[in-house]
T-cell receptor, first 114, second 110 residues
Framework: DAGVIQSPRHEVTEMGQEVTLRCKPISGHNSLFWYRQTMMRGLELLIYFNNNVPIDDSGMPEDRFSAKMPNASFSTLKIQPSEPRDSAVYFC????????????FGPGTRLLVL | ELKVEQNPLFLSMQEGKNYTIYCNYSTTSDRLYWYRQDPGKSLESLFVLLSNGAVKQEGRLMASLDTKARLSTLHITAAVHDLSATYFCAWRDSNYQLIWGAGTKLIIKP
């Protein structure tokens, strides 16, 4: 198995631009998680999906952030408009579900907003 | 508030020494996870502890769980430089999701 796949691996953009991060979970996993990691705030859960349905988006910072999971093999996290304080590493993780909660993390997307 | 407390948050030690990282959690849970993150890399699962008294070992790392004390420990034996990383604990809450600690950054000097 290829593991969790994220793209792009690095993104540099200017403030105000739209940023879209992509994630392909491990095949057969039914839970998907988006995290943000910074030096100041550590690892933060932004949103998670179960069977493609958003369950808890309380960690999404504000309306500029949105996430979708149109099918079991693909999810996006969008920031529009981006701001310098959004600079972070964004991780996607997936798990097999109930009683199999070990989360498998993707390589992350390093986002820099200038 | 549901939370996980790790200590220490930062640890610098010499090779060959032993040390323990502590993870306290604020409510009952029967499942505790340890992860490792190398600098600039992603998080990798190390251990899943499924019950009170559970102990797991992998090389120089040993993790244990005491659900009554709401405490898990990660013990490092005769540390080597390759174990330098940030270690996270996380426990499973009642919604079957993981609540994460802040991480312990471990630096092992040759």
């Amino acid at each position: 198995d290829a593991g969790v796949i994220q793209s792009p691996r690095h993104e540099v953009t200017e403030m105000g631009q739209e940023v879209t991060l992509r994630c392909k979970p491990i095949s057969g996993h039914n839970s998907l998680f988006w995290y943000r990691q910074t030096m100041m705030r550590g690892l933060e859960l932004l949103i998670y999906f179960n069977n493609n349905v958003p369950i808890d988006d309380s960690g999404m910072p504000e309306d500029r952030f949105s996430a979708k999971m149109p099918n079991a093999s693909f999810s996006t996290l969008k920031i529009q408009p981006s701001e310098p304080r959004d600079s972070a590493v964004y991780f996607c993780a997936s798990s097999a579900g109930h009683n199999q909660e070990t989360q498998y993390f993707g390589p992350g997307t390093r986002l820099l907003v200038l | 508030e549901l939370k996980v407390e790790q200590n220490p948050l930062f640890l610098s030690m010499q090779e060959g020494k032993n040390y323990t990282i502590y993870c306290n959690y604020s409510t009952t849970s029967d499942r505790l996870y340890w992860y490792r993150q190398d600098p600039g890399k992603s998080l990798e699962s190390l251990f899943v502890l499924l019950s009170n008294g559970a102990v797991k070992q992998e090389g120089r790392l040993m993790a244990s769980l005491d659900t009554k004390a709401r405490l898990s420990t990660l013990h490092i034996t005769a540390a080597v430089h390759d174990l330098s990383a940030t270690y996270f604990c996380a426990w499973r809450d009642s919604n079957y999701q993981l609540i994460w600690g802040a991480g312990t950054k471990l630096i092992i000097k040759p």
